[in-house]
């Protein structure tokens, strides 16, 4: 993760489940939901975090197993059935062929290189095995610069046409959309900003951003908040 070091994720850690989208129920339906009505034995969440969509999923199918680059997120995980290591995304460490579903969920704009992680997915599953994904994205891609300006840490939040381009080395793609409507501004901030100046650049430049972005996330300003409508891309593929 090209950006982030071990740093950034430590401070994280404690405060990644705080985030409201985080634990958002009907997000987790409607990501889980987009999976056909099948058993999967063997399944994979790449960039695991803490656990939340794991938990979920292992209600549903047994085991999990999962990876993630940071040690100090995946010291959150306590759940008897799900299993995770440290490990780069960019360099799975299975063996080809060994999960019939993998998953992920707001990973991608921290990879260095998500082509790269795309092939390490499709190496790791077996024959038509799936491939589940979830994605902020900006409102619209016109918008994609801006996006990034607010967001205000130097990464790139890929739009729809740039994920849907990477995601062609798999078949019978089908997609979706989810909005988180009104989510807080300041929640999120207060969750993941390294220090108070960055918070306050981040809330300037949603400010004065233009009439355009705030017409797409239908953008609304309280006495102590900002409230935005957040865009998910959600994908389901097949080796």
Known sequence: MENFDKKYWAQRAGQYNKTNWVRDEDFLAAFVNL?????FDKVL?????????AEKMAEIFGEITGVDIS???IKNINHPKINAEVGDLHNLPFQNGEFDLIYMRNVIH????????????????????YFLFSQVIPPDDSISDE?????GRDIHYPTQREI???????????FSHFILKRQSIMNWLNNTCENDNQKQIIIQRHEET???????ANYQETEEDILVDIKHLMLLGRK
């Open 35 to 39: 999976l056909p009505h099948k058993n």
């Open 210 to 216: 233009s009439t355009e972005y705030k017409r797409l």
């Open 164 to 174: 849907l381009d990477l995601y062609s080395i798999f078949e019978n793609v089908e």
């Open 147 to 151: 996006y990034d300006y607010l967001v």
């Open 110 to 129: 921290y990879l260095h290189n998500p082509a790269m992680v795309f092939q390490q997915i499709s190496r790791c599953l077996t024959k038509e095995g």
């Open 71 to 73: 040690a100090d997120m």
């Open 45 to 53: 969440e790449a960039g695991i975090g803490t656990g939340v969509v």
